[in-house]
């Protein structure tokens, strides 16, 4: 299966509303694996299809057990507050504080076209939003509090 290329920085598809999938087929299926493996290569926790050139409401996030993909994902409720620290594939070198929610549940397809919902908590919680922004456009340095300095990536 090919890696795809990750789009970076001012490529336009990173600024688009993506679309809904309709139809759950072979070609999916295909490229869901080849985000899988994109995101793994390049040490990724987290892809959504914008970041390789297609603007589709798709995204893949790794977890303990392997790769979770959500076709279609949607945040159904959302709760608490949280800061953290993000990057993003699309964006190297630049980190920031970002605030997010705590806990939210999200419901989507899976690749069969299978309903699916799951509440995630932390970390997990956190590149769920990432990654569901990329789906409208939006990229964690919109959200940011702030940008880490120089000084502070010298030491992560
Ligand atoms: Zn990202």
Known sequence: MPLRNIRQNNDPVLRQKAVYVSKFTPQLRLLLEDMAETMLAAEGVGLAAPQVGIAKRIIVV???EGVLEIV?????????KDIDVEGCLSLPGVFGE?????????????RNGKKIELTAEGFLSRVLQHEIDHLDGVLFVDRASRLLSPEELQKM
């Open 62 to 64: 790794k977890v303990e």
């Open 98 to 110: 970002v605030p997010r929610y705590d806990r939210v549940t999200v419901s989507g397809r899976d």
């Open 72 to 80: 279609n994902p949607e945040i159904t409720s959302a709760e608490g």
